[in-house]
């Protein structure tokens, strides 16, 4: 069982050890702009710091569930290649808004789109699987069937 | 092994859904009340959607890992039943507190309460699965003998 | 298979136990401290509160998959033993950072090394399973053959 999982727990180790990156550089902009916690605000570039991170941290657990129910029930190789392209995307995310709002917005449209594409994954997949173990029916094989007839 | 969780699945994939929808709303209270990133602060009602989406955010973790902690170790079917409740009651939330600070107690509630009730089955899942493998002792078992005698 | 997670279920279950206390110590503080949602600044007494569980809350979805992710992948029972002490770090975490800004640290420090210890033990487990599965390599077997020649 673990083959089917060892590439997902790839990227899940590398995800996390992306968002340690971040909340270290959060905790130098603290130091750097002199914000002391409790406090989250302050001038606009340890703000920026901040929100990025705060934003990445958000969507991690999101990422990590999609990732994982999108390599179980659809294709491990498939949701793994879409992971390092997220994670990828919120590496230029957080350097682009540390040093621009402007700089965060187009990497922040691509990690969105791989993350829908990892949503429509996780849907196909458990639809799939649904069809599959309630109903009986093999989708995928009726779709080729279909098609064959055509 | 996947039929024990198909179930779960989905509503894994109906909770992201729910979460990608009210960042969607979030990013329209932000161009509606011209409120630009970094910036959290503005108008109540461009924080009452802010906040409403932050709790959503801030639980959806923690009702992932008890929706399948709860569904692998107690049942799936109570599980995904408590997990489609436990999202109406936050749409509820998010519905109530874009209108009002007091729109969202009631739906609060009772999300919190259903979100009890998976940390119970959780609970309970694990005591059963703990007693059996490590004690070999079937709980539920035992306890119906005992009703038995009585 | 559940023989294999049960000791992380538990860990699990007591990690979602502590969230639920510290939402509640911020329910608390926002009535001591007069502070209504939706507003999240207000005396330092109350944000002390509010940031802790802000950051124990950010962290959960890290811990919890690099709980899994080293439970599965390397061992089970450090895994455990691990969550359990980030557990307790977090715990004086919360009381410290109640108290004082300063008080947050010293355990701050201990559970972001238990947190190394286990992203330690994904990476270690997920390399050892990847050599296993795709290069059909035991690093554990070859390690302990290279130290019988020596």
């Given amino acids: 069982m673990l083959e089917q999982a060892v590439g997902l727990g790839a990227v899940t180790v590398l995800g996390v050890l992306e968002q340690a990156y971040f909340s ?33 941290s958000e969507y991690f657990p999101i990422f990590i569930t999609v990732l994982w129910t999108s390599g179980v029930f659809f294709s491990q ?37 791989v993350l829908w594409v990892l949503i429509g994954f996780s849907s196909l997949g458990v639809l799939l699987t649904f069809c599959r173990v309630y109903l009986n029916v093999d989708l995928l094989l009726e779709l080729g069937s279909a098609l064959d007839l055509v």
């Fill in 24 to 56: 270290l550089q959060v905790i130098y902009a603290r130091r750097k702009y002199s914000v002391s916690p409790p406090a989250t605000v302050g001038p606009p570039e340890f703000e920026r710091v901040f929100r990025a991170q705060a934003n990445c």
């Fill in 77 to 113: 190789g498939l949701s793994a290649v879409c992971g390092l392209l997220y994670l990828y995307g919120r590496f230029q995310y957080f350097r682009g808004y540390s040093e621009s709002a402007q700089g965060r917005l187009a990497p922040l449209y691509f990690s969105a789109q």
